[in-house]
């Protein structure tokens, strides 16, 4: 697990058997499998054509770890169940429908193999969610500068031991590269008191 | 002690590479020489030097990749040709092969009137053979262009350096004992020879004094270990008959681990339409899937691209790989600093499984190549096939693209979009309209001279929104020598009010969106 992203999930890290779906950006995705990938673990995309593999190395993860199946088309729910089988952390990005009977097979199959399914897109029963609430760009001008880092806020939520809201902000990515803790605040119930701890 | 014939053409990866011995020719293989041609080495190229090096000792010498696949190929002519008038021949690597004498020699009458045949239908392309006791001598020999009467081999060796055992640290060692020819290391007793040097050295021993290197256990396995593979409908395309070759080679591995045998040598078959069976022989050390898959692959390549009077008319019926040889397997040496290789293996079962779903382009693997754009800067490679091959063919022939280190990462690239790159790069650009403050679109001129500030941008028809901040245009001209590839092109990156920030590019006064900073 990156470090600066120990304190969005529950456990400090992904829980193997564990579904996390993310919404509202690629690159935190990236960033979850990013310490897996760097530990020697094996990843792989499915569904995902238009993925920016030159930005998957820059945040950390071993292309010859990382296998793609861009277009798996009506076969999805059985290439996931395959590579579920076999690597360690499973990116998909869902159909607008997925069947429930499929959600639940996959989830149920993930969890009796030890295999981590992050999900993009869709719905599916998830243990953790996180979206990014807001982002910030740094570093362009009005004609002038380059995209440097972005400020990201990330709520996690769930059930079970996630279900109590975090929020944190995250450098994804920071300017000199990678992911990092912005300001962190852990939250129970009050957002206002969050922002203004933030701010 | 089996007398052996080898075809040996010399510098076969220049010849491959369509090269004539006279022209100076160096096939590279990572920044490294690994072959050369006779002019070349005349104006002082080796084998090791780096390519500054080779240049600056022999000026004008041109560059060739190095192209295991394209080598094996065009050697298969040859070896039909070598196959003519001898059966049971093994393919030791592209540019070497071995044939047992014993019956050929008897029926063409004698050693010397083979080795005289053989050397007439393998003349244009270099080729020497050579008859001697056992495959390493043999090779020396071809090498010379000779044949050793039988019985002579060890006086015959005597006289080489210790270097052409082709072990290095040995060698070195060697060198250092004052032992300098193979005579010499003969002379010791080979019982101080295995306290000294181990397992392996007693080998060099071996072939030093004539012997052979593997007469240890090599046996003729029982027939139910060949793995057969049913094509329907026939294969027409190398790629059709690889995916299949695969799974086979992964049987077959599968099939000899479990009784603890390892391979030296592999019988490949092929039937097809038509009835016609075509059969080769390769030679191979320490066998895994990968390696056999890939000898299956230069063999299909090799029949199935191949002229009319060798190739097969038909398309492929039937696939089988069976061991020829097989000795007892003395376990894989892991690596020293770990890894799980059941782990590996166990991914690489499920892709090939994923590959069966789908067919084999599904699954791919990205390889960082050069590149100014986000998608020009990887490459995706179908699971399995070798990166290397890939990028030898991309830059074949091109001098500019050797220069660049290939696994060290991209070398500048003026102009390529800065990091951090965009986590979403859409394959088929979305079109999108920019216009500037009155509403008029923003146009670039062919200096990079901008109508207008952009201030509201509409991706693929959609609402428009503000731009929030911007940076361009950076103008990128690639490729203008070659028409087909050429594109001009402006880049720019833009931050909308909602936080989101896109890579877009104007080409022909159209914009599209080229990535998202997602």
């Known amino acids: 697990m990156l470090p600066a992203l120990v304190d969005l999930l529950p456990e400090g890290g992904l829980r193997r058997g564990s579904t996390v779906a993310v919404s509202g950006s ?3 995705a990236l960033a979850l499998l990013a310490g897996p990938s760097q530990a020697g673990s094996w990843c792989a995309a499915v569904g995902l054509p238009s993925l920016g593999l030159v930005a998957a190395a820059e945040v950390g993860i071993a292309l010859e770890r990382f296998p793609l199946v861009a277009r798996p088309g009506e076969e999805w729910p059985g290439v996931v169940a395959a590579l579920v089988d076999a690597v360690d952390v499973v990116l998909v990005c869902l159909p607008r429908h997925v069947r429930n009977g499929d959600a639940r097979r996959l989830v149920a199959k993930a969890r009796d193999r030890g295999a981590v399914l992050v999900t993009t897109g869709g719905s599916i029963a998830a243990d953790v969610r996180l979206s990014v609430a807001s982002s910030t760009w740094e570093g362009l001008g009005r004609g002038h500068g380059l995209l440097r880092a972005r400020r990201v806020d990330v709520v996690a939520s769930g059930r079970g ?7 944190l902000s995250l450098w994804l990515p920071s300017p000199g590269g990678g992911v990092e803790v912005f300001a962190r605040s852990v939250v129970e119930g009050a957002t206002d008191r969050a922002n203004t701890a933030v701010g | 002690m089996t007398r052996t014939l080898v075809v040996w053409c010399p510098d076969w990866p220049v010849t491959a590479a369509g090269h004539s011995p006279d022209e100076p020719v160096a096939v590279l293989f990572a920044n490294r020489v690994v072959a050369c041609s006779a002019a070349a080495r005349a104006g002082g190229v080796q084998r090791g030097l780096r390519r500054r090096q080779a240049e600056a000792r022999c000026p004008g010498l041109q560059l060739a990749v190095h192209d295991p696949d394209g ?10 040709a070598v196959e003519g008038f001898c059966p049971r021949l093994e393919i030791v690597r592209p540019g070497v092969c ?5 019956g050929p020699s008897r029926y063409f009458g004698g050693d010397d009137a083979l080795a005289a045949r053989v050397t007439q239908v393998v003349a244009h392309v270099g080729g020497r053979a050579g008859i001697a006791d056992g495959p390493f001598a043999a090779e020396l020999a071809a090498r010379a262009g000779r044949v050793i009467p039988k019985g002579q081999t060890p006086a015959f060796l005597s006289t080489f350096s210790v270097d052409v055992l082709e072990r290095p640290d040995l060698a070195d060692l060697l060198h250092r004992l004052g032992i300098r020819t193979l005579g010499a290391f003969a002379a010791l007793p080979p019982a101080s020879v295995l306290a000294r040097f181990g397992a392996d050295g007693l080998c060099a021993h071996r072939l030093a004094s004539g012997g052979d290197e593997r007469p240890l256990a090599a046996r003729i396995p029982p027939p139910e270990l060949d793995v057969t593979a049913e094509l329907d409908p026939p294969a027409e395309r190398v790629e059709t008959a690889v995916f299949a070759a695969r799974g086979l080679a992964h049987r077959l591995c599968d099939e000899l681990s479990a009784r603890g045998l390892a391979l030296s040598c592999l019988r490949v078959e092929a039937e097809t339409e038509h009835g016609e069976t075509l059969v080769r022989r390769w030679r191979l050390e320490g066998a895994t899937p990968l390696a056999l898959a890939e000898r299956v692959r230069w063999q299909l390549d090799g029949w199935l691209s191949d002229a009319k009077p060798h190739g097969p008319t038909a398309g492929l019926t039937l696939l089988r790989l069976a061991p020829e040889e097989v ?26 499984h994923v590959q069966g779903l789908l067919g084999p382009e599904a699954v791919t ?3 960082p ?3 100014r754009g986000p998608a020009e800067q990887v490459q995706l490679v179908p699971w399995g096939d070798a990166p290397s091959a890939v990028l030898g063919a991309e830059m074949s022939g091109n001098r500019t693209f050797l220069r660049q280190e290939r696994r060290e990462g991209p070398s500048p690239w003026p102009g390529r979009v800065p990091a951090p790159s965009p986590a979403v790069v859409h394959g088929n650009a979305i079109r999108a309209e920019v216009v500037g403050e009155r509403g008029q679109p923003v146009k670039v001129s062919g200096r990079g001279d901008v109508s207008a500030e952009p201030t509201k941008l509409s991706v693929g ?3 428009w929104t503000d731009i929030a901040a911007w940076a361009g245009p950076w103008l990128v001209d690639e490729r203008w020598w070659d028409p087909d590839a050429h594109r001009r092109r402006a880049r720019w990156q833009v931050v909308t009010v909602d936080g989101t920030a896109h890579l877009l590019a104007v080409e022909g006064g159209r914009w599209s969106v080229e990535a998202t900073y997602d």
Do not use: K, M, N
């Not at chain 2, 080598?71 to 039909?80: G, K, L, N, Y």
């Not at chain 2, 071995?98 to 014993?102: E, I, L, S, W």
């Not at chain 2, 397997?329 to 499920?350: T, V």
């Open chain 1, 26 to 28: 690629t690159s935190l």
């Open chain 1, 161 to 167: 031991a996630a279900a109590r809201e975090r929020r």
């Open chain 2, 71 to 80: 080598e094996a190929r065009a050697f298969e002519p040859v070896v039909a």
């Open chain 2, 98 to 102: 071995a044939v047992a004498t014993r």
């Open chain 2, 327 to 352: 000795l007892p397997d003395e376990g894989r040496q892991l690596g020293f600093w770990g890894g799980d290789r059941a782990l590996d293996d166990r991914a690489a079962r499920a892709l090939l």
């Open chain 2, 365 to 367: 693997t990205a390889v």
């Open chain 2, 369 to 371: 190549t050069g590149g």
């Open chain 2, 461 to 463: 028809g959609g609402p």
